[in-house]
């Protein structure tokens, strides 16, 4: 089947430790998207990836950083930078580099205790 | 900076009925997209409508764009009580790259 998978889907972290939340997709997508989702806020764009290697901060980077070493998989860390980072985070993928239809992992709800 | 704004913030509705929601946005775009979410869940793909177009239709789902007025609506027809979810529209600028989503619609169809 294919899909994009996240893991974990729950995530603890304490204070001032890094994190990395994994996605990987296997529809040979070129483009893929970390958002993080809080409640009453909707989705907010970190970073995006629209070809191997190469990788744009998106609106609320700060704290965040993410590789691009395959074509399949777009690790997202969550650094100690990061003050707020309890949070519904999601990763997407997109045929080509201009988006269209976007496939969404199920999620990795990150809490810090 | 979040493109799409979504209205109503929420909506409560008897199954049968019709939901409309609204979405209006600031810049230019190349496409607008509908997502699904149920609670918890990763959003699904519903349609998507190109800048050239003014009207798609898939299944019970009917989404217009006014690129004049910078705005789109959702119609599903015929509501049911599976259709409880948040929606949300994402815009493509005309560049490409980036997909933004607003701040999402919760639907409530009550049985």
């Known amino acids: 089947d294919g899909g994009i998978t996240q893991s974990p889907k729950y995530l603890f972290r304490k204070e001032g430790q890094n994190v990395t939340l994994s996605c990987e997709q296997n529809l040979n997508h070129d483009a893929m998207y970390w958002y993080r989702q809080d409640p009453g806020q909707g989705l907010r764009l970190i970073y995006y990836?629209?070809?191997?290697?190469?990788?744009q901060k998106g609106d609320i980077a700060e704290g965040y950083s993410v590789s691009r070493e395959k074509k399949e998989s777009f690790p997202l860390t969550v650094t100690s930078a990061q003050k707020n980072p309890t949070a519904f985070y999601l990763c997407?993928?997109?045929?080509?580099?201009?988006?269209?239809?976007?496939?969404f992992g199920q999620g990795t709800r990150l809490t810090v205790v | 900076s979040q493109q799409g704004e979504e209205d109503p913030q929420a909506l409560s509705i008897q199954e049968g009925e019709n939901a409309t929601m609204n979405c209006s946005y600031k810049t230019s775009i190349n496409n607008l997209q509908w997502y699904r979410q149920n609670s918890g869940r990763g959003l699904v793909h519903l349609i998507l409508i190109r800048s050239n177009e003014r009207e798609k239709h898939s299944g019970r789902l009917r989404v217009t764009l006014d690129t004049s007025k910078k705005s789109s609506s959702l119609l599903i027809t015929a509501s049911r009580a599976a259709d409880t979810a948040s929606y949300f529209c994402?815009?493509?600028?005309?560049?490409?790259?980036?997909?933004?989503f607003g701040k999402g619609i919760t639907l409530s169809v009550r049985p």
């Open positions: 997407a993928s997109t045929l080509g580099q201009g988006p269209g239809e976007a496939f």
């Open positions: 990836s629209q070809i191997v290697n190469d990788f």
């Open positions: 994402a815009t493509v600028p005309p560049q490409y790259g980036k997909l933004t």
